[in-house]
């Protein structure tokens, strides 16, 4: 037997820090005309979810544990859901998953500083056809500062993020161990990085590297 719900807009939440699911989720079923279908982390189960209890809304942290999971799951159900709204929860600080976010013309793009009634009323607009977009956000891409790395220092750096070894990415790129040992150590420098993984943190936040799509 299906779960009863009260009458009004029916809210899937992805959020994966819980602190922030539990008191997001407080604000929605705080609202008389909301209810929280499912509130969960970000993962494979989340179309899955989605598809089996129509919400009207979607709300997703894209700020996720994986880098991935946040912007892929959003493109699926902003694709695949005709019936469901997708707003998606961003930080306003340059970013290159801002420009992903915002490419995707979802019906929603919020920063998570707003307060709870921006964050409810945007929910009903949303909900009522129209789109929300924080004024800051387009602002924030904008102000995205020039990228200083050339394409070669992108795609090592690319590697790097993706998992692989200097030794991986000479073989992947084809070049040399010491020329990827360049590449990185200019890279680092540039970006005023501690090592490369510090590196790739730098110019990701910056929007220097593109996140894949899945």
Not at 3 to 28: C, N, Q, S, Y
Not at 75 to 82: I, W
Not at 92 to 112: H, Q
């Amino acid at each position: 037997m299906a779960p009863e719900w009260k009458t009004g807009i029916h809210v899937l939440l992805v959020e994966d820090m819980t602190l922030l699911r539990d008191a997001l989720t407080a604000v929605l079923a705080d609202q008389s005309d909301m209810a929280v279908l499912a509130a969960m982390q970000c993962d494979d189960a989340v179309v899955q979810v989605a598809t089996r209890l129509h919400p009207d809304i979607a709300v997703i942290d894209i700020d996720t544990h994986d880098d991935e999971c946040g912007i892929s799951t959003m493109r699926e159900l902003h694709a695949t859901l005709a019936g469901t709204r997708v707003i998606a929860l961003v930080t306003s600080a340059p970013s290159g998953l801002l420009g992903d976010v915002l490419r995707e013309d979802l019906p929603g793009v919020l920063d998570k500083s707003i307060s709870a009634k921006q964050f409810t009323h945007a929910i009903r607009r949303v909900a009522h056809g129209e789109r929300v977009i924080d004024v800051d956000i387009p602002r924030a891409i904008l102000t995205t500062p020039t990228n200083p790395l050339t394409p070669r220092e992108q795609q090592v750096l690319q590697e790097v993020a993706s998992g692989a070894s200097n030794n991986e990415i000479a073989a992947n790129l084809w070049l040399s161990a010491g020329t990827v040992r360049n590449y990185l150590s200019r890279a680092i420098t540039k970006t005023n990085a501690r090592n490369r993984i510090d590196a790739v943190r730098i110019a990701r936040a910056a929007g220097w590297l593109h996140h894949s799509s899945p």
